[in-house]
């Protein structure tokens, strides 16, 4: 344990979340999670619906606490109890949908100013000025849709494959040191999902960025990140770490499923779909 | 020349447009920036006049004297924001909470339901005093005027800094907002307190020119402010910070021609009310028509 390489930058402690505690819908989303994940990880999660994957990502972002007992710790830090805005000076995320992770009314440029300020106290100077476009127009070059070009476009113009790929740059352009992606291409054509991927991965390698990466594509999940893992009803099952991922194929994750679930899986799409 | 009546219109128009243009401003910040349907404002109107009459009567200095009225609709909206934010009531119920309050509040500070101002020095007539001549329209327009300019401009910039652009996004996409680490209870707290503290500024406006307060005269405030606006993005198609604040402004100049001319018409003052709600209705289904008409498709309205 002597290099910062070994020492984890998300570390989830017990973490446990009811849902409607009390009534007859009553859920556990997660049953206490113990989590550690490494600077240079490039984490894919699968799992069935409801097994508590955006739960999961939702707690890290800080958008609701854990069960009391749980902890949250980034980079050290113990978030637990911090409120989400405080949250994203760490996190980065980017949605399923894209019109969550941007603002419609708003233009471009001013999408991206908004991002630029993660984690930083917002006063009154000019939300604008000619470095940032600059700085914006180099961001959105690499991702060869035209849209440095058209920064004082309104957001809500543009596709939806547009809107995704502005949200990633938005979630990564002042470096949080986690990135969270919730099944972030599951609404794109396969083509707009293949240039959006490509262009996560690239970001991830270039800044070096912490990711956590959910999706229903077991291929996806096999090809991407360096350690895979799979939830089920609010627990995690499988956790496979680079070496034994290379070798991995997507039978392999059907039988470590049935296995550690204890489940037949009759039908492997429904639980874990290629799309 | 223009032929009188058209001129009494028009001056008329312009001098109430500028003086309720700030409710105006004051709406569309908390409806359209901040999309929070806030109705605090029928109430705070009056707590400008109040605080400003209140204080003019005793002797304190107008310009004081509206100051201190801005001060007191900021505290309203303050509190408006901290109901919804930190106590979780709806927007709509924290405004109407608010709004009922405030008449009793409006009450105590004018320790009754009218403070007349006739025989004060108030805020147009001390700047009449500085220029040697008497009160009149056009001198109440050009002060109106210049004053809108300096709330347009201080707006204007501040919705184009970094608090005020994390303002509108919150009231764009709120999860967004405060995934990009903006505190967004702050935001509306700010935005609701902002707002009322032009809706204030207007109210002792109003009282000082009209010369007098009374605790009703903000009922139907938060409908006008809102029918400005309707009307003025109807109108104007604005598109940017500084084009729908204009909007704003030329939508209370449009709302109140329409006023002036259904009086002149011979309707009584008892009957504007429904006017109001009727040019409301009207501007707020004129999208609607067109698009039928070009037999294109409209989403149902939203409930809630
Ligand atoms: N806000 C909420 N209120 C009540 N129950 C919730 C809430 N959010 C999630 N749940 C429940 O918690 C469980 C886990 O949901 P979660 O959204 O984390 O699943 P998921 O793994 O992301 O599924 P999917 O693949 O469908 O996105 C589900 O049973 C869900 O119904
Ligand atoms: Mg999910």
């Known amino acids: 344990m002597d290099t910062s390489k070994d020492q984890s930058l998300l570390q989830l402690r017990s973490v446990r979340k009811v849902f409607a505690r009390g009534t007859i819908d009553e859920v556990t989303a997660l049953y206490g999670i113990n989590l550690d994940i490494y600077p240079d990880d490039f984490v894919t999660i699968i799992g069935s619906n409801g097994a508590g994957k955006s739960t999961l990502l939702n707690i890290i972002a800080g958008v609701f606490p854990p069960e009391m007992g749980g902890k949250v710790i980034i980079g050290g830090e113990d978030v637990t109890d911090l409120s989400e805005y405080k949250h994203a000076t760490y996190v980065g995320r980017v949605w399923q949908e894209p019109h969550v992770g941007t603002a419609g009314k708003l233009t471009i440029e001013e999408n991206l100013s908004l991002a630029l300020l993660r984690g930083r106290p917002r006063g009154l100077r000019p939300s604008l000025n000619k470095q940032h476009r600059e700085l914006f127009r180099s961001a959105l070059a690499p991702l060869g849709l035209g849209l440095e070009d058209r920064l004082n476009t309104l957001v809500g113009t543009l596709s939806g494959g547009q809107r995704q790929a502005l949200a990633l740059v938005m979630a990564t352009i002042s470096k949080p040191v986690l990135l969270l992606l919730d099944e972030h291409i599951a609404t794109l054509d396969p083509r707009t999902a293949q240039i959006v991927l490509n262009l996560s991965d690239m970001i991830v390698q270039r800044e070096r960025m912490t990711t956590i990466m959910v999706t229903h594509n077991m291929e996806l999940a096999l090809r991407y990140g360096n350690r895979l893992i799979m939830m089920h009803k609010g627990r995690i099952i499988v956790d496979i770490g680079q070496q034994d991922k290379q070798a991995l194929t997507i039978n392999d994750l059907v039988t470590a499923f049935e296995q550690a679930a204890g489940e037949q899986l009759t039908d492997e799409s429904m639980l874990l779909s290629h799309r | ?304």
């Open chain 2, 1 to 304: 020349m223009l032929p009188a009546t058209i001129q009494g219109i028009l001056t008329s128009s312009l001098s109430d447009g500028l003086i309720y243009a700030f409710v105006a401003v004051g709406v569309f910040i908390t409806f359209r920036v901040l999309a929070f349907p806030d109705l605090t404002v029928d109430g705070s109107f009056v707590t400008g006049g109040s605080i400003a009459a209140v204080m003019i009567v005793s002797g304190h200095n107008s310009f004081l004297a509206t100051i201190a009225a801005i001060g007191g609709g900021l505290a309203c909206g303050a509190v408006t924001g901290l109901l919804n934010t930190k106590l979780r009531i709806t927007a709509l119920l924290a405004g109407i909470l608010m709004m009922v309050s405030l008449y009793s509040v409006n009450l105590r500070i004018m320790s009754g339901a009218n403070i007349p101002l006739l025989r004060q020095i108030t805020i147009f007539k001390s700047i009449a005093n500085f220029f040697g001549t008497a009160k009149s329209v056009i001198l109440v327009i050009g002060i109106l005027a210049v004053l809108a300019l300096i709330v347009f401009m201080i707006l204007n910039w501040f919705l184009r800094t970094e608090l005020g652009l994390a303002l509108r996004a919150s009231g764009d996409n709120e999860q967004m907002i405060r995934g990009l680490g903006s505190d967004t209870d702050k935001n509306t707290i700010i935005g609701c307190s902002l707002s009322n503290g032009m809706v204030a500024l207007s109210g002792a406006l109003v009282a000082q020119n009209q010369g007098f307060c009374d605790v009703n005269m903000g009922i139907g405030m938060i409908v006008m402010g809102l029918a400005a606006v309707i009307i003025g993005g109807a109108l104007f198609h604005p598109r940017g910070v500084a084009s729908m604040l204009l909007a704003a402004l030329g939508g209370t100049f449009v709302y109140r021609l329409f006023i002036t001319i259904a009086l002149r018409l011979g309707l009584a003052p008892g009957d504007l009310k429904l006017i109001t709600a009727v040019l409301v209705v009207i501007a707020l289904c004129i999208p609607y028509i067109q698009k039928k008409a070009r037999h294109e498709w409209m989403p149902p309205a939203v409930k809630f």
